[in-house]
C-alpha cells in the first residue's frame, strides 16, 4: 500500500483510483462496506482512501478529550489489511480547510488525485463550514468527470453502526459489543515503553503502552489476545491486561499494561497490538500485595477460559 500525503504532487501511478472518503476511525463494518463500494464501482482501478491528519476535530478542538479508536499507523495497517492499494492521507491544515465543497472537489479530488471514483457515506459534509453534501458532491463529479457512490448508513439491531456507538460501548465495558461494530477486536498499537517494573517484582511481568491520543475504554482488566509485530519476538499470544491508572500504586496517567501468557522475552522498543476481548473487572485497590497477587491469579485464569472458548 502507497501513502500519498500531498494532493498537489501527486506521481501518475497514484491517479485514477477508485476511493472511499472518510476519516476511517476504527475502520469498522459501516466503513468496511463503503470500502467494498469503491472496489465494486471501478474493479479495475486501484483501490483507495481519502482521509485526513490530522483528525479535522483534533484540528478544530485540539484541546477536546482524547476521541480517537486508533493512530494512524493502526488505521493504516487495518486499511492494508482490507486490500487498499492508495491510502491518501491528506495534510489537514488552514488551506485544505478554507476550500469551498466546489474547490475541494475540483483541487483536490479532480486535478489533484485525479479519482476516477469516489464512494462516501450518505451523511457526509465537506468544504469550509461543511457546507457540501454528498448530493453537491454527485453533482460536482458529474461536471468534473469522477464517478460518485452514496452509500447507506449501516445499521446493527436498529442502531446506525458509528464510531460514536463504538466509543460508548468501549466506555461502557463492552469490548465484544464494540467488535460486532467494528468488524474485529477493539486493538490499542503501539510501542512497549519502559515502566518501572511492578509487574515483574509481583510475578506478572507486563509490556507497558501509552493510550495517549486515544479514547479510553473502561479503566479496569481485560482479556485480550496480543500481535507483537516486529522484532524477535514477533506472533501472537493470549493475556490479560489491565488499563487506567494503577490506583494501587498512585498512579495518575493512564496507560495500558499487558501480561502475556507463557512468554518470556523482552518486548521493550516493540510494536504491539492489543486487542479487547472481554472486560474483567474493574480498577481496584487493595488491602496488601498479597491481595493484588491473588487478584490476578484469579484473573489470568478467567482470562484464559474465555480467550481458551474463543
Known amino acids: 500500500m502507497r501513502i500519498i500525503r500531498d494532493y498537489q504532487f501527486v506521481e501518475a501511478q497514484d491517479r485514477g483510483a477508485s476511493a472511499a472518503i472518510g476519516n476511517f476511525d476504527g475502520v469498522h463494518i459501516g466503513h468496511q462496506s463503503v470500502i467494498k463500494l469503491a472496489r ?30 486508533m493512530r494512524r499507523g493502526a488505521r493504516g495497517h487495518r486499511l492494508e489489511k482490507l486490500g487498499v492499494d492508495k491510502l491518501y492521507e491528506l495534510n489537514f491544515n488552514a488551506a485544505l480547510a478554507g476550500l469551498t465543497p466546489e474547490e475541494f472537489a475540483r483541487t483536490v479530488l479532480a486535478e489533484g488525485l485525479g479519482v476516477a471514483h469516489v464512494v462516501v457515506g450518505a451523511d457526509f459534509c465537506f468544504g469550509k463550514g461543511r457546507a457540501g453534501n454528498a448530493d ?24 446506525t453502526v458509528s464510531s460514536t456507538a463504538i466509543r460508548t460501548a468501549l466506555s461502557e465495558g463492552r469490548p465484544r459489543d464494540a467488535a460486532a461494530m467494528l468488524g474485529h477486536w477493539h486493538r490499542i498499537e503501539g510501542a512497549v515503553i519502559g515502566g518501572e517494573q511492578r509487574g515483574r517484582d509481583l510475578g506478572f511481568p ?24 516486529d522484532g524477535p519476538h514477533k506472533g501472537s499470544y493470549r493475556g490479560a491486561a489491565s488499563l487506567g491508572v494503577r490506583p494501587m500504586f498512585g498512579g ?36 496488601s500485595l498479597d491481595a493484588l497477587i491473588a487478584q490476578m491469579d484469579g484473573d489470568c485464569a478467567r482470562a484464559r477460559d474465555i480467550l481458551g472458548a474463543l
Do not use: C, W
Request: no cysteine; proline share 11%.
Open 40 to 69: 465494486q464501482a471501478a474493479p479495475d482501478a486501484p483501490l483507495g482512501i481519502i482521509t485526513f491528519e490530522p483528525h479535522p476535530r483534533e484540528y478544530f478542538a485540539p484541546d477536546s478529550p482524547p476521541f480517537r479508536l
Open 136 to 159: 453537491d458532491l454527485v453533482r460536482f463529479g458529474r461536471d468534473m468527470g469522477f464517478g460518485v457512490t452514496i452509500a447507506p448508513l449501516l445499521e446493527q439491531s436498529e442502531h
Open 206 to 229: 507486563t509490556a507497558n503502552m501509552s493510550i495517549e491520543g486515544l479514547h479510553p475504554p473502561a479503566f479496569g482488566v481485560y482479556a485480550v489476545l496480543v500481535d507483537v509485530l
Open 252 to 287: 495518575e496517567v493512564p496507560n495500558i499494561e499487558t501480561y502475556l501468557f507463557d512468554f518470556s522475552g523482552d518486548l521493550y522498543g516493540a510494536t504491539l497490538s492489543v486487542g479487547l476481548v472481554e472486560y474483567l473487572r474493574p480498577e481496584m485497590k487493595f488491602e
